[in-house]
């Protein structure tokens, strides 16, 4: 490292004011801070300085999402395989779904870090390390067999009106990584309904005995459901066979990338929640709101998808990835203390009302999580006003007490 930090140091003249490559100060900024620490502090207008900058927590984060992104890999070698009735071994089976998830992760970062940097430049501003997480989140929330180019648009989409327009990092309203997700399902619904998702069985990557199964498709979970006609609903993998909570838990089961495996969420949850990264008090809330909600329509349903219990709920589709890694975002979040209650607990009640009451959209998570990113502000404004309000009438009262007393 210390070879790498030499020849940054020779070079860096280049890059600054008057150098021959001043035009690429930006570029060259990002890389370096990505690398090693900076050598500079705040000399004014900082009340506060601490070892957590932006770069650590987004680092945290990327390091959290791993274990989902891994098991996610296998998932999709092992749906492939499963469904051309192989049984190939662990190298095999993780190998196809790392060459077809890979190429999703490339273009997610190619697109919003190309963005990014132009953007940079163009203002002359630094490079932020926001889209870092972004960009891991988004192949992790879309089905596999999405289109590269379908990512790429919707990426640069998000980016550029989700981010950009409203200053960059840090000033977002909305979860880039959801906006991107929201922009493929308005724009391309077949692709991203919600109620299917496209195993991929191709031997595109020469694995395994090159067997092909054309336009095979299975049904997630909350598909089923939302089809569902009769009560209780049973619950299959592609080939018919029942699924139980514990498959559900580990996570074996069509579904998008990085959202079936509920093990590797919860592994990632206590990380963040160890580092101190997310908020528990959100990430709790989500839980709370979508357990009460469910248990009511458990209460008062009529329907399949209203009977489903408090627990399937939680373990189906996208409801934990969102409520550990999406609604814990602190900067599309409420930011108060009481807010993250309210904030998180509304994402989980409105998550399970969609799933419920929206057969033609069985998965709720994004649309909730969407919805109280535009209500967070709001949330945030009267907890504050309330506090107010409070400290107010407390000073009112103590300022009288103190005239009796003196009288």
């Not at 949330?379 to 409070?390: C, H, L, P, S, W």
């Amino acid at each position: 490292m210390k070879f790498l930090r030499n020849y940054l140091d020779k070079i860096k003249p280049n890059f600054e004011k008057g150098g021959k490559l001043e035009l690429f100060r930006s570029v060259f900024d990002g890389f370096e801070t990505f690398l090693f620490v900076p050598g500079k502090t705040s000399k004014s207008g900082v009340h506060i300085h601490d070892a957590v900058d932006s770069k650590r927590i987004m680092t945290f984060v990327i390091i959290a999402l791993i274990p989902a992104l891994l098991f996610g890999m296998y998932n999709v070698g092992y749906q492939h395989y499963l469904a051309i009735g192989q049984s190939p071994g662990f190298p095999d089976t993780f190998l196809f779904g790392f060459l077809a998830v890979l190429p999703i992760v490339a273009v997610s970062y190619i697109t919003g870090l190309g963005i990014e940097f132009i953007v940079a430049q163009w203002k002359g501003h630094e490079i932020q390390e926001g889209f870092l997480v972004s960009g891991m989140l988004i192949p992790m929330i879309v089905p596999v067999d999405t289109p590269l180019w379908m990512i790429a648009i919707a990426t640069a989409f998000a980016v550029i009106f989700a981010k950009e327009v409203f200053g960059g990092t840090g000033y977002n309203i909305w979860n880039v990584a959801l906006i991107t997700r929201a922009f493929l399902f308005f724009a391309y619904p077949s692709k991203m309904s919600g109620d299917q998702v496209f195993v991929r069985t191709d031997s595109t990557f020469g694995i395994g005995s090159g067997q092909v199964v054309d336009a095979f498709s299975g049904a997630t979970p909350l598909g089923q459901i939302a089809a569902a006609t009769t009560d209780p609903v049973q619950i299959t993998d592609v080939l018919g066979n029942p699924l139980t909570l514990w498959d559900l838990f580990l996570g074996l089961i069509p579904g998008s990338i990085g959202e079936t495996s509920k093990l590797a969420i919860l592994i990632g949850a206590v990380f963040l929640l160890i580092t101190g990264v997310a908020a528990w008090k959100t990430m709790l809330s989500v839980f709370l709101g979508g357990f009460i909600t469910a248990l009511i329509f458990n209460a008062i349903g009529t329907t399949p998808g209203m009977l489903i219990k408090p627990c399937e709920h939680i373990l189906l589709g996208g409801f934990a990835f969102g409520a550990v890694f999406m609604a814990t975002d602190p900067v599309t979040s409420a930011r108060t203390e009481t807010g993250k209650y309210i904030f998180g607990f509304l994402v989980g009640l409105f998550a399970v009302v969609i799933r419920v009451l929206n057969p033609g959209y069985p998965e709720g998570m994004m649309l909730a999580i969407l919805l109280m990113n535009s209500f967070a502000p709001l949330i945030d404004f009267y907890v504050v006003e309330a506090n107010i309000r409070k400290r107010l009438k407390r000073s009112v009262v103590k300022s009288n007490d103190g005239g009796k007393r003196d009288e």
